[in-house]
């Protein structure tokens, strides 16, 4: 009877201890920040070759994201503009890293700091160098809080990282990623963009002369100089030159407009372009982010609208 009366007592407590431990030791885990082994995951490395110093660099993913955001976004722009960049920049990075994306002429690498291949990346003593001391210590602290507050944080789309393209000034509108390369992605759709236009791109003009075009289209003779067709952004889809149809992105990249945005008008033999924008217009427009942040939406309002049906997910 006493040894029945015992074993009671021994799965009392034990069962009694296994309850404190649910109650008060598990909470306790997370009240002190303390990671359980399952959610545990380390910040990736990427592998980072720098162009100006033909060397492969090394770093954590959060490490290369601050260079990034350096050299992406203006470090004047309102906190939320640069936490949606860190977001962005480090998305862009990580699908890179899970995709296994190499830079052509350096497989060795996930991604370089040549921003035509990509995005832009800059060093810590290159920021020294352009800012000064004092304003580079400032600057660095804004950009640092800004990774800090989104740290681990990419979007995704049915559970994948997004191709998270961005660019400088949309003009007004953002474009359908299919009408600038070949790809339609759901998450990359055209969106009204009121919020830039303080940018000092948001309208510019290009002049060329008829000699200067000529050889610059690669075609003998004006003949007519016109846009034929338009997307529905306001994009230029084709336009006529020298009896030979270009596509607006041929046309920009030939003449080196800001962007696929623009009328044409020939006068006095000269061409000129009225230009609305900079930059591809797919995806996030960085000084639309900014307008946005200015009007009081934070980093997650901004990436949801540019990016539509996106989530956001805490990596580590």
Do not use: C
Not at 75 to 102: D, P, S
Not at 126 to 137: H, S, T
Not at 189 to 195: F, L, Q
């Amino acid at each position: 009877m006493r040894r029945r009366t015992r074993r009671k007592r021994l799965v009392l407590l034990k069962w009694m201890t296994a309850m404190v431990l649910l109650l008060i030791g598990i909470p306790l885990l997370f009240v002190y920040g303390i990671k359980l082994p399952w959610k545990a995951r380390q910040v990736p490395i990427i592998n980072l070759w720098d162009v100006q110093n033909s060397q492969l660099l090394t770093m954590t993913l959060e490490e290369y994201v601050k260079g990034v955001v350096a050299a992406e976004m203006p470090v004047h722009f309102h906190l939320e503009a640069l936490k949606a960049q860190a977001v962005v920049a480090r998305t862009y990075a990580y699908q890179r890293i899970v995709n296994n994306v190499r830079v052509p002429d350096h497989p060795e690498a996930h991604l370089s700091t040549d921003y035509s291949t990509g995005q832009a990346w800059i060093s810590s003593d290159e920021l020294k160098a352009r800012w000064g001391l004092m304003d580079y210590l400032i600057n660095w602290k804004k950009i640092s809080k800004a990774v800090a507050q989104t740290q681990g944080i990419i979007a995704t789309h049915q559970g994948k990282p997004i191709l998270a393209v961005y660019h400088s000034t949309s003009g007004g509108r953002t474009e359908n990623s299919e009408h600038y390369w070949s790809e339609a992605l759901p998450y990359l759709r055209s969106v009204a963009d009121p919020y830039g236009n303080h940018s000092p791109y948001y309208y510019t003009t290009a002049v060329f002369s008829a000699t200067e075009f000529l050889k610059l289209m690669e075609v003998s003779s004006l003949g007519k100089v016109q846009v034929l067709e338009r997307y529905p952004s306001g994009r230029v889809k084709t336009m006529e030159a020298g009896n030979k149809w270009f596509s607006g992105r041929d046309v920009r990249q030939r003449l080196g407009l800001r962007s696929t945005w623009f009328t044409v008008n020939v006068s006095d033999d000269q061409i000129q372009f009225a230009v609305w924008g900079y930059g591809h217009g797919v995806g996030m427009s960085q000084y639309g982010a900014d307008g946005m942040a200015q009007a009081g939406y934070d980093y997650r309002q901004i990436l949801q609208y540019y990016y539509q049906g996106i989530s956001l997910e805490k990596l580590y």
